[in-house]
């Protein structure tokens, strides 16, 4: 059969055995109106324009995984205005550019009447005076947090609820904290990531997240799930912990995969229309290494930054994989987590990758280039047994036993 991949603007046709795996949707298509909708009808709460009065101080949060952030924030700005033009106090509150320029090429795509009407603040951990004491956890841990948050009448967390190594789950109060603290709350998160762990362990990190967004006060969840069965983006909104309850059972039910045995080969596509691609990349190939043997083969179309950050930076400059990892584990880079997905990834299977990247530079992290459509036809003309996993930065694998994959 006939299979299309897709990844930013990379498309390619692939034709592969009838009796091959596929997990997912080809299509790329997604519906406007969809947010739309779910910002009238929230869960919980009422129409995000009727939580607002005029002059109330609004602080739009943008986590960096928002899938099509620059749709996100311009239409929940847009339910705003929906109302009338109301005269509102809004910011949009950005976290530090893992890139390095400020989010500028982000910035230059939104359009003029928002950058107009809503100012924009990077926040950076470093400046002392951006930060407000908020209240001591349970555990009586003191939490600081950007002014912008804490000074707010109204907070709209907009990210996307997803499997994630930190949290177990990613979404709602995960944008907000630790990303906009004290850096060694945001070292001290680093330090904690353990690949080992799975969405269903214990993580504390995720119930300080909820009591600090409780603590916080008033919020407005906005939360894409791509969905792996449907070729509509699925939108939750309204209050955070209803918001989060709906968004685990939508994971539990489209994003698992679990099967009986490992494959030969593994195909994953990453979706990208995201600001934080090398973090979508390393949640894909730790999902990939998951679903083939020791020593099989993964093969991953992926539009990907040409900007590297320290940790993967390491690697493309020939440090040994084994140094890299001492070194993140003593002192956790901004890349720490997807640079340790990485080398676990290579370390455990052979790994292809098809991208806008040079091919020195693919080499430079320990993969091997794949140059077209033809080369990865070949080489998966040759696999034993194949799965297909589209978007697969979004699901969480496993292999059991007597288990049955899900369509």
């Keep these: ?48 324009h009727e939580c607002v009065v005029p002059g109330d101080r609004v602080v739009l949060v943008l986590d960096p995984a928002t899938p099509n952030p620059v749709n996100a924030v311009v239409q929940v700005w847009e339910q705003f205005q929906s109302a009338g033009g109301l005269e509102l106090d809004a910011t949009l509150l950005l976290p530090p550019d893992i890139h390095g320029d400020d989010w500028k090429a982000f910035l230059d795509e939104l359009p003029v009447h928002f950058r107009n009407q809503v100012a924009v ?13 908020l209240a001591s956890s349970a555990a009586g841990e003191r939490v600081y947090l950007s002014h912008y948050l804490t000074d707010a009448d109204l907070v709209v967390s907009i990210g996307v609820i997803s499997f994630d190594v930190l949290f177990g789950v ?30 269903d362990d214990k993580r504390p990190l995720r119930e300080l997240v909820d009591e600090i967004g409780w603590l916080l006060g008033t919020q407005f969840c906005v939360q894409m799930i791509p969905t792996a069965k449907s070729t509509d983006q699925s ?86 994989p084994a140094a890299v990892t001492k070194l993140l584990e003593r002192q956790p880079t901004e890349d720490a987590i997807e640079t340790l997905q990485v ?21 430079d992290l320990g993969m091997l280039p794949l140059a077209n459509q033809v080369e990865l036809q070949r080489l998966t003309d040759s696999a034993e047994t194949l799965i297909v996993v589209h978007d697969a930065n979004y699901i969480w694998s496993t292999v059991a036993q007597n288990a049955s994959f899900a369509e």
């Design 170 to 199: 990613q979404g709602t109060n995960s944008a907000i904290y630790p990303t906009f603290s004290e850096a060694p709350a945001v070292l001290a998160t680093r330090k904690a990531a353990n690949l080992s762990q799975t969405p």
């Design 121 to 133: 603040h990077i926040y950076d951990p470093a400046i002392e005076d951006q930060r407000r004491y």
């Design 1 to 48: 059969m006939e299979i299309k991949l897709h990844s930013g603007s990379l498309t390619l046709e692939l034709n592969v055995p009838d009796e091959t795996v596929v997990h997912g949707s080809e299509s790329t298509e997604r519906r406007r109106d969809i947010l739309s909708d779910a910002l009238q009808h929230p869960l919980e709460l009422p129409a995000l």
């Design 235 to 320: 939108v939750l909104c309204g209050a955070p912990d209803a918001v989060m309850k709906v968004g685990r059972e939508i994971l539990d039910a489209d994003f698992r995969i679990t099967i009986d045995e490992e494959f030969d080969m593994a195909i994953v596509t990453l979706q990208q229309q995201t600001l934080d691609g090398w973090k979508q990349f390393g949640a894909a190939l730790a999902s990939a290494k998951r679903l083939v043997g020791e020593d099989g083969r993964i093969a991953v179309i992926a539009e990907l930054p040409d900007a590297f950050r320290a940790g993967l930076d390491l690697l493309r400059r020939g440090t040994e």
């Design 343 to 363: 080398i676990d990834a290579i370390e455990h299977a052979r790994v292809y990758l098809l991208s806008n990247l040079d091919a020195s530079v693919v080499e």
